[in-house]
């Protein structure tokens, strides 16, 4: 399969999967709990993964790292902010600290954003078109 075509469906699994989420029946406060650790953990993903995507031009090695970041710490900070707005979705009147997690989530989606686009160009910059990460 080609690359496009795999960034094109995953494109359209990550699309379903958030329709579906945002049509789930809101079960008001249930699930408030989870929101403080998810956001913060976010907002630190976000952070590591800009740095991380940040540091692959100095790394001496940096296929691991590609992998680390592509695989783990960009999805890890782009699912638990999306996460948290989900949380909060229906919350009108939310407080300060429901404001607050979700600017963090907010924060995090952009640093998630930030480092994937880092990452694709150091790929595209640094990698022959169509070989496996790892080679070449």
């Known amino acids: ?5 795999q960034v094109l469906v995953s494109l359209l699994i990550v699309l379903a999967v958030l329709w579906v989420m945002w049509r789930l029946p809101w079960r008001g406060e249930a699930l408030y709990g989870w929101g403080p650790p998810l956001a913060l953990f976010a907002a630190w993903a976000g952070l590591l993964a800009v740095v991380l995507a940040a540091l692959l031009w100095v790394l001496p090695a940096p ?3 590609i992998s680390v970041s592509f695989l783990l710490l960009d999805p890890a900070a782009l699912a638990s902010a999306v996460l948290v707005l989900w949380l909060y979705r229906g919350d009108a009147t939310a407080g300060q600290t429901i404001h607050l997690q979700r600017v963090q989530a907010r924060a995090a989606i952009v640093m998630g954003l930030i480092a994937v686009t880092l990452g694709y160009l ?14 070449g």
């Open 1 to 5: 399969m080609q690359l496009a075509l």
């Open 63 to 65: 296929d691991f790292w």
């Open 122 to 135: 150091f790929v595209m910059t640094h990698k022959t078109p169509f070989t496996p990460v790892g080679t």
